[in-house]
């Protein structure tokens, strides 16, 4: 069966950085884009970005653009999350999802989450 | 940007009722509007894809509808697990956003 499993919870200090992954299993690597979310607590979904497994190729929100890097690791089926000089705006639970399609930009099968906490 | 406002925010309910959400949407999406079910601590799950196609696996009391700029979710005799927080997102551009959700509590 399809799973995607996330690193455990991170704490950081505002200005560091924090890097995630996402491995990935039970279906054809390459045949589906990885999206990350983020929830902060209490409220709603907010898409950071997504890579092309197969390019490598990445599609950033606006707000995150010049912050977050995403990429891949194909022998591993992993994909990994860095977001940079992190704020307490930034504490939230992030999840890896995967596209429905190739791409059709819906989420089928999601990660467990991983809690980001920034606190000094 | 394409902006969806859910309404209502909270919706109380009792088990066995037929709910419907709406998400309306600031511009035309065509039919890409999908909708999504959390419960408490847990990732989403997609329950139908496109505003009206069910995801394989969901239970066929969920039902969705619209296009354009207005679209429903509607759950027909809910169960205790329905008791949740619900999603719309659209799919129509690839800078996806959610409405803000919709709680549906006893």
């Known amino acids: 069966q399809v799973q995607l499993v996330q690193s455990g919870a991170e704490v950081k200090k505002p200005g560091a950085s924090v890097t995630i992954s996402c491995k990935a299993s039970?279906?054809?690597?390459?045949?589906?884009?990885i999206h990350w979310l983020r929830q902060a607590p209490g409220q709603g979904l907010e898409w950071v970005g997504m890579?092309?497994?197969?390019?490598?190729?990445?599609t950033y929100a606006r707000i995150f653009q010049g912050r977050v890097t995403m990429s891949r690791d194909t022998p591993t089926n992993t994909v990994y999350m860095e977001l940079r000089s992190l704020t307490f705006d930034d504490t939230a639970v992030y999840y890896c999802?995967?596209?429905?399609?190739?791409?059709?930009?819906?989420?089928?099968?999601w990660g467990q989450g991983t809690l980001v906490t920034a606190s000094s | 940007d394409v902006q969806l406002t859910q309404s209502p925010s909270s919706l109380p309910a009792s088990a066995g009722d037929r709910v419907t959400i709406t998400c309306r949407a600031s511009?035309?999406?065509?039919?890409?509007l999908n909708w999504y079910r959390q419960k408490p601590g847990k990732a989403p799950e997609l329950l139908i894809y496109?505003?009206?196609t069910v995801q394989s696996g969901v239970p066929s009391r969920f039902s969705g509808g619209g296009s354009g700029t207005d679209f429903t979710l509607t759950i027909t005799g809910l169960q205790v697990e329905d008791f949740a927080t619900y999603y719309c997102?659209?799919?129509?551009?690839?800078?996806?956003?959610f409405g803000g959700g919709t709680k549906v509590v006893i």
């Open positions: 999802a995967r596209d429905w399609g190739r791409p059709m930009y819906f989420f089928d099968h």
């Open positions: 039970g279906y054809t690597f390459t045949e589906h884009y």
């Open positions: 890579i092309n497994i197969i390019e490598g190729s990445t």
């Open positions: 511009q035309d999406i065509i039919k890409y």
């Open positions: 496109e505003a009206d």
């Open positions: 997102q659209q799919s129509y551009n690839t800078l996806l956003s």
